[in-house]
């Protein structure tokens, strides 16, 4: 079936470094969102890009959607222990009828060591 | 602030034992889904509903059923619980939208997630 792949699937830095995820799909995407899950806790929206080569930025988060919109990155400048936790991103396949499913990476984990 | 609550927070449950699990939705929000999520495997769609008494199977619907009749509620059923179910179940809603022909999902509101163990 359709996939979303997601690397890495762990990174670990020092507090400070930056940090990035990237996602790809083998077929165009309709758009693709962003989560964050604390440790223990559940997924949270962070944004959706919906546009070819859209970049958007939340404080210190860069999103990147690819031109060919089957590719997409979240970077964190100067990360913070406020980071820890699981970014996934979730694409919408781009179908011609039916029902649009948002599809899950299998999440990037980050540990940040102060 | 949308509220997505589940039954339970923690579950143990035995092998062939019927399991429901609940959960709720206070938004008004038409769309429905359960997850189960497994280290390294992200979020799988379990199953979703665009809708009272509507139901699409997801990627892997096997051994599990659903039942929404209430717009605000979706229940996910393990016939028998089996070994291979013990996972974490995440419930989601988001709004309706059409785009062309297309019903699409906008952004999704998760619950706290149940942790199930079956033994």
């Known amino acids: 079936g359709q996939q979303v792949m997601q690397i890495p699937q762990y990174q670990h830095v020092q507090e400070g470094e930056d940090f990035t995820t990237y996602c790809n799909s083998s077929?165009?995407?309709?758009?693709i969102q962003w989560y964050k899950q604390r440790p223990g806790g559940h997924p949270v929206f962070l944004i959706q890009?919906?546009?070819?080569?859209e970049v958007k930025k939340q404080k210190r988060l860069t999103f990147q959607f690819g031109e060919a919109k089957k590719n997409s990155s979240l970077h964190i400048t100067a990360t913070q222990t406020t980071d820890v936790g699981t970014y996934f991103c979730?694409?919408?396949?781009?179908?011609?009828?039916?029902?649009?499913?948002?599809?899950f990476g299998a999440g990037t984990r980050l540990a940040v060591h102060p | 602030d949308v509220k997505v609550t589940q039954s339970s927070r923690y579950l143990v449950k035995r092998t062939g034992e019927k399991v429901f699990l609940e959960c709720v939705q206070d938004m008004d929000h038409e769309n429905m889904f359960w997850y189960r999520q497994d280290p390294g495997l992200g979020l799988r769609l379990i199953y979703f509903s665009y809708d009272v008494k509507m139901k699409e199977k997801g990627d892997i619907p096997e051994g599990y059923s659903v039942s929404r009749e209430k717009k605000e509620r979706f229940s996910l059923i393990l016939e028998s619980a089996s070994t291979n179910q013990t996972s974490m179940y995440l419930c989601?809603?988001?709004?309706?939208?059409?785009?062309?022909?297309?019903?699409?999902?906008?952004?999704?509101?998760f619950g706290p997630g149940t942790r199930l163990t079956v033994l």
């Open positions: 077929t165009t995407l309709s758009n």
């Open positions: 890009l919906v546009k070819s080569g």
């Open positions: 989601a809603s988001s709004l309706f939208s059409v785009r062309g022909k297309v019903l699409s999902t906008d952004t999704q509101y």
């Open positions: 979730a694409g919408q396949l781009k179908f011609s009828g039916g029902y649009n499913k948002l599809i």
